[in-house]
């Protein structure tokens, strides 16, 4: 089996974009302001706390985008929002030949709005499927991987579908690759980039639309209800999670590679095969020689790992995650369902997780009276 996980950034290239990051901040922020809760409630003029639109104008600066818009729902209602700006009812949009993200599917479903599958991996056929399909109004690419066998670049792919139609409007799923990836989406020619802030150590619900301001223009005009205001306090805390979240992404991706290093190298009694993927974050796939999969996952979490995620990768999730490979991952091999564990350090190291998942695996090959 081989994988294709992202290229990610080093904790040197991290750092840099922390402190890019802080600096942005300074510059929209006086630091008596940054060191409050942020405001509350609809401000004249802006039609949202103010706080919320210093941080809206911080990440675009960052992100070098025209607009960024905080809205609730997180990478799903981002992602929502997203779409209805240039999609209604009916129309037809291109995504790559892999099962959707569930709750993609779950939005295009809603608004009815018809995806038009195409591979991603084929410069041909993308062009071929866009010149067979002169109605479709535009394009949905998730950054990190669908499938197992994913590859693409995400630079060719938006050069490959705007050299077919220049017109298509492209928008970019960059959960689990925002502050992992040195650019997402938006700063590669789509026109949309959407993510989860919960997912980058923020506040639970909140997401971050960035791109093209004419159509961010159109999303504020969809969500103009007070109620449905990303409030001052919660961009605050958005903001400072962000702020984090490169440094420790770029720790737990150095733990991932020494963790399939050591693995690999037989350190761990019961392991055929270690694996680095985006699946959708990345994490390590573990292939045991046994199919025992449901009793190392029991034993992982007696042994004090996290048995499934909060908001993946949230700030609420310390332990390492040892849960099921996800089923749109099996699609192409389902006889691994029962042999692979999914591990995510998260904020632990190499050997916390090497001793839980040896006890683990320890334990679902002996009696309870061996091991007690």
């Not at 019961?270 to 190392?296: C, D, F, H, T």
């Not at 990768?313 to 699609?331: A, D, G, K, N």
Request: glycine share 8%.
């Amino acid at each position: 089996m081989k994988t294709n996980p992202l290229k990610r950034m080093s904790i040197e290239e991290a750092k840099q974009k922390q402190f890019e990051l802080v600096d942005v901040m300074t510059k929209y922020f006086c630091g008596n302001e940054a060191l409050s809760l942020g405001d509350l409630g609809i401000v004249k003029g802006s039609h949202k706390p103010l706080y919320t639109v210093k941080v809206e104008k911080t990440l675009a600066d960052f992100f070098h985008v025209e607009k960024a818009m905080l809205v609730r729902g997180a990478g799903t209602g981002a992602l929502k929002f997203g779409l209805m700006s240039f999609l209604k009812p009916g129309d037809h949009l291109l995504v790559h030949d892999a099962p959707i993200y569930p709750t993609s599917q779950t939005t295009l479903k809603i608004m009815g709005v018809a995806p038009i599958y195409v591979n991603f991996h084929d410069r041909q056929e993308i062009h071929r499927v866009i010149r067979e399909n002169p109605d479709l109004k535009g394009v949905l690419i998730q950054h990190t991987r669908q499938k197992l066998d994913d590859h693409y670049d995400l630079v060719e792919v938006i050069d490959h579908i705007l050299s077919a139609n220049p017109a298509l409007k492209i928008i970019t799923d960059d959960n689990y690759a925002a502050m992992k990836a040195e650019q997402i989406g938006a700063q590669l020619g789509a026109d949309l980039s959407t993510f989860s802030l919960f997912k980058l150590l923020g506040p639970e619900g909140i997401g971050v639309i960035l791109g093209r301001a004419a159509f961010i223009d159109k999303i504020e005009e969809i969500n103009y209800s007070g109620g449905g205001q990303v409030q001052g306090y919660e961009a605050l805390e958005a903001l400072r999670g962000l702020i984090y979240a490169p440094v420790m992404l770029a720790i737990q991706a150095d733990v991932s590679d020494e963790l399939v290093q050591r693995l690999n190298q037989g350190v761990v009694q019961g392991v055929k095969r270690a694996y680095l993927a985006n699946a959708q974050s990345k994490v390590v796939l573990v292939e045991l020689m046994k199919p025992i999969v449901e009793k190392v996952l029991q034993h992982a979490n007696e042994l004090g790992a996290a048995p499934h995620p909060v908001g993946a990768e949230s700030r609420y999730e310390v332990v390492p995650m040892f849960y099921r490979v996800s089923s749109t991952f099996l699609s192409s091999n389902p006889t691994l369902a029962n042999k692979m564990v999914r591990i995510n350090p998260l904020r632990s190291g190499v050997e916390t997780v090497l001793r839980i998942l040896d006890n683990s695996i320890r334990r679902a090959t002996c009696n309870k009276e061996e091991w007690e």
